[in-house]
């Protein structure tokens, strides 16, 4: 088994990253950070969305697992103290993962350039630059409503918990193979209504959005984003791919949201 270590520039993480590579060597596992079997993210929740891209043309080889130097990491099973376990978890690997749904989204621009295609784990999010958004929303083909307001946040499940639930999204459990539509302050008045509510969209139906201007819009797709070009349409749907996590123990997606934003006292 090939492994890659993924670090953040951080002291902490550096120092982790560094422990963890020692550790690895020792226990006779192999670093490859160009065709890895496991990435091992050090950092946190952005460390991790980092190595998604950076790896996201080999997500149907490749396993992640995420330690995590600062505060609790959604994503990252791992503490920063735990690299010797860790070190023989992935030494005694037989290829044991979990999987999640990844967001798929088209972009085609009004110049009639190459449509763009890319992949989210978290999250894709449509605003103006400025004043109001104003768009066109079609599910699976068919018009829905016209959108008035700061934007649209389209998410995963796991994604759901992020942006997402910031405004105003419901938590979606990953095993559900649906993605999730959520409206950024939107207007609502005698001239202008949409459903107001945040839509959950199974695997067979899309979700396509076309701003009325194309132009000043700002499409961000997890930390990436897209600024300065006409946008004619964004076309969401589950991708063919997932995210494959490597389940030496994974936690479990309920205990991940209790943590995360409940944290009750354990004592």
């Known amino acids: 088994m090939k492994v890659a270590i993924f670090s953040n520039n951080g002291p902490a993480s550096q120092k982790v990253a560094t422990a963890l590579h020692q550790g ?20 946190g929740d952005g460390t991790l969305l980092s190595a998604f891209h950076h790896y996201n043309d080999r997500l149907d080889k490749v396993r992640f697992v995420g330690i995590h130097t600062g505060h609790l990491g959604f994503y990252t099973d791992w503490r920063d103290f735990e690299v010797a376990e860790l070190v023989a978890s992935l030494a005694q690997d037989n290829g044991q993962s979990v999987s999640y749904p990844l967001l798929s989204i088209q972009v085609d621009y009004a110049d009639g350039t ?35 307001g700061d934007g649209l946040c389209i998410s995963t499940p796991t994604g759901s918990t992020a942006y997402n639930k910031s405004v105003g999204g419901a938590v979606l459990n990953p095993r559900f193979n649906a993605i999730q539509m959520a409206e950024i302050a939107s207007i609502n008045n005698l001239v202008f209504r ?19 201007d194309p132009t000043d819009n700002v499409l961000m797709c997890d930390q990436l984003g897209i600024e300065g ?37 354990q004592s």
């Open 24 to 43: 690895l060597l020792a226990a006779g596992v192999v670093l490859d950070s160009l065709n890895p079997d496991v990435v091992v993210t050090v950092g």
């Open 114 to 148: 190459h449509p763009d295609q890319a992949l989210a784990l978290n999250e894709s999010t449509i605003k103006k630059v400025s004043g109001t958004m104003v768009a066109d929303v079609y599910i699976k083909g068919e018009l829905f409503e016209s959108f008035r």
């Open 194 to 212: 949409t459903l107001g509510s945040p839509l959950i969209i199974p695997a067979d139906e899309w979700i396509r959005v076309e701003p009325t």
């Open 229 to 265: 070009r006409p946008i004619k349409a964004i076309t969401y749907r589950i991708a063919r791919q997932r995210i494959a996590f490597a389940e030496y123990r994974h936690t479990h997606f309920w205990q991940r949201v209790e943590a995360s934003f409940i944290g009750r006292d």
